[in-house]
């Protein structure tokens, strides 16, 4: 379907708006993300409390949770049982309301079709998901919140979220998250080329007057 759409694209440009969608399909792609985190212990407890459990599992728990996520692939489950991965899982009685995952070591990134090294002292936040039901009750803040609080404050906490979405930035600024660099990467002829750059930490955005 989706293959289709860009025929049909094609179709409606006029010939210079098809030669750059072609140039940018098939002769040079990027795909870049900005880098937000923040040390353990500079986490901001989320302003909004909830009345839920949150536990932190293990890998004989990861195929429960699995079943509710619809971020999670198999490709991603295999990469976190060899590592050292944590699923955040947040639980109403016995409903899964969310989940988020952290994880270290070569970590395969799907956006960038990659590998990305994150440390023994790092913790990367990936494939975080809120059932449609418990949206807008600040989960997310309350999961990465939780997991702060389970490991030493020096250790960094970071994601990589498209600078786009600014609902997810928002959400990140607020329990202490900052910018601090991009990862990326580019494609000419087919080829990939990754690049990584840390940056001076970005002061968070400031709300509308």
């Given at each position: 379907?989706?293959?289709?759409?860009?025929?049909?694209?094609?179709?409606?440009?006029?010939?210079?708006?098809?030669?750059?969608?072609?140039?940018?399909?098939?002769?040079?792609?990027?795909?870049?993300?900005?880098?937000?985190?923040a040390?353990?212990?500079?986490?901001?407890a989320?302003?909004?409390t909830?009345?839920?459990?949150?536990?932190?599992?293990?890998?004989?728990?990861?195929?429960?949770?699995?079943?509710?996520?619809?971020?999670?692939?198999?490709?991603?489950?295999?990469?976190?049982?060899?590592?050292?991965?944590?699923c955040?899982?947040?639980?109403?009685?016995?409903?899964?309301?969310?989940?988020?995952?952290?994880?270290?070591?070569?970590?395969?990134?799907?956006?960038?079709q990659?590998?990305?090294?994150?440390?023994?002292?790092?913790?990367?936040?990936?494939?975080?998901?809120?059932?449609?039901?418990?949206?807008?009750?600040?989960?997310?803040?309350h999961?990465?919140y939780?997991?702060?609080?389970?490991?030493?404050?020096?250790?960094?906490?970071?994601?990589?979220?498209?600078?786009?979405?600014?609902?997810?930035v928002?959400?990140?600024?607020?329990?202490?998250?900052?910018?601090?660099?991009?990862?990326?990467?580019?494609?000419?002829?087919?080829?990939?080329?990754?690049?990584?750059?840390?940056?001076?930490?970005?002061?968070?955005?400031?709300?509308?007057?």
């Open positions: 379907m989706a293959e289709e759409s860009k025929v049909d694209q094609l179709r409606a440009a006029g010939p210079r708006q098809a030669a750059t969608l072609v140039f940018r399909k098939a002769v040079y792609r990027k795909v870049e993300m900005g880098r937000w985190g040390k353990a212990g500079d986490h901001v989320p302003s909004r909830v009345d839920l459990r949150t536990e932190l599992l293990g890998p004989d728990a990861y195929d429960a949770v699995a079943d509710t996520n619809p971020h999670l692939s198999d490709v991603d489950l295999d990469h976190f049982h060899r590592q050292d991965t944590i955040i899982t947040v639980y109403d009685g016995e409903r899964i309301a969310s989940s988020s995952w952290m994880t270290r070591g070569e970590v395969w990134h799907h956006e960038l990659r590998h990305i090294a994150v440390p023994d002292d790092e913790h990367f936040s990936c494939r975080s998901y809120v059932d449609p039901d418990y949206r807008g009750r600040s989960l997310f803040s999961m990465v939780s997991y702060a609080r389970s490991v030493p404050a020096d250790d960094l906490i970071w994601g990589l979220v498209y600078e786009w979405n600014l609902a997810s928002l959400s990140l600024e607020r329990i202490g998250w900052r910018h601090s660099g991009v990862e990326s990467s580019t494609y000419l002829f087919g080829r990939q080329r990754a690049h990584s750059a840390r940056t001076p930490e970005r002061p968070p955005h400031q709300p509308p007057s």
